[in-house]
């Protein structure tokens, strides 16, 4: 098995921290969208020197498993009635979550949220296949009201996290001001007050426990509905708790216990002053042997397939390119669980959990699928 993507999981918004040091190995990054034909603003830094040198290279690219179709509209005006009044919806968006975090029996009660919601913003609901009218002979997972919930949840939380980068932005520019007004203090009278110091602005980035399992329970119903194959993708989450729930999932339910393939170490950050792309394409040029053989994954045998003077040499090359001192480390772990469906996999661990009448979605024998996390 050979992988050069990799799919991210449950993050729908492209950024930094997750596509430079994934950029030094993968040829392309996919991410779920929740709306056909609504790209995010690729604003990133590192994003933007891509598209200003390159253009639109296809690096990033987007999937929506079930487009909406002739509803997209309608669920577009009612994202944008909810952003512009949002206290308006804040307990239906509250049982939204909660219907999400427990296991929904009845048809009424999925539809009626998302009915509440469209009446409140005055829109109709419409009888494509994609609106809540769900028919009750659908299948669960197909039903129209659980996919609109679930495209709901991921795009306030794709809102979320573009609000909280752009606090992030603002804080560090108040850091750099700061720090720019304390040097001029300091000039020349160092020893009148060498220990003043301004504290440093901070902000939580952390999403809570509960809202990442919501959100790995709303992607992986879109998800699992995926018809795409992924026999060269590999799905890399930064979320420990995330890896941690499909490993232990395969342990129990297949009795099978994950490969570890290997610890890649990349770099965490790049330098903005300098070319960024020019560096990863001379770093990968010059590591392209062994980003082959890593790529090239064996699951026949027990061993690693990265021998020791591959890693000395891996790090030696990142070392060069990227030294620690400036560009800092994150470690890829990749695992391999062999005859399962990626769709059916992520589909039983984050919806179906231990509901044993859960329909499977897809046969239950597959190729098997390469998983990772990125710390």
């Not at 997972?141 to 809102?159: C, D, F, V």
Request: glycine share 4%; net charge negative.
């Amino acid at each position: 098995m050979s992988v050069s993507l990799a799919y991210i999981f449950p993050n729908i918004l492209p950024q930094d921290d997750l596509i430079f040091p994934l950029a030094q190995f993968f040829e392309q990054l996919v991410f779920l969208r929740p709306v056909e034909d609504d790209s995010p603003k690729e604003d990133t830094p590192f994003l933007q020197k891509m598209k200003d040198q390159q253009g639109d290279n296809g690096y990033i690219n987007y999937s929506c498993p079930v487009p909406l179709a002739e509803d997209r509209d309608r669920f577009l005006t009612l994202l944008r009635d909810i952003r512009s009044r949002p206290d308006d919806y804040t307990g239906h968006l509250g049982n939204l979550s909660a219907s999400l975090s427990v296991p929904v029996r009845q048809e009424e009660q999925e539809r009626s949220i998302i009915d509440t919601l469209l009446r409140q913003t005055g829109i109709q609901t419409g009888s494509g296949e994609h609106t809540p009218q769900a028919k009750k002979e659908q299948a669960k997972n197909t039903s129209p009201a659980l996919l609109w919930q679930a495209r709901l949840l991921l795009k306030l939380g794709e809102y979320m996290d573009q609000d909280q980068v752009e606090i992030r932005r603002n804080l560090d520019r108040m850091t750099c001001q700061q720090d720019e007004l304390f040097k001029k203090l300091r000039e020349g009278q160092e020893e009148d007050f060498p220990e003043l110091a301004f504290p440093s602005f901070t902000t939580d980035n952390e999403i809570s426990f509960k809202q990442q399992q919501l959100r790995l329970k709303a992607w992986s119903r879109l998800f699992a509905l995926s018809l795409d194959r992924f026999e060269t993708t590999a799905f890399i989450s930064s979320i420990p708790d995330a890896v941690e729930s499909l490993l232990e999932h395969y342990r129990q339910e297949y009795e099978g216990t994950a490969k570890r393939l290997l610890n890649l170490p990349l770099p965490a950050f790049f330098d903005e002053g300098h070319d960024a792309l020019l560096c990863r394409d001379r770093f990968q040029e010059e590591a392209s042997e062994l980003i082959t053989t890593i790529k090239v994954l064996s699951t026949a045998s027990a061993d690693s397939i990265f021998p020791e003077e591959g890693e000395k040499a891996w790090g030696d090359l990142l070392e060069r390119y990227y030294p620690v001192a400036q560009h800092g480390r994150r470690t890829l772990t990749l695992y391999f669980l062999s005859g399962i469906h990626p769709q059916q996999f992520f589909f039983e661990t984050f919806v179906a959990q231990n509901d044993l009448s859960a329909k499977k979605v897809l046969e239950a024998n597959g190729a098997g699928m390469v998983v990772g996390l990125l710390v």
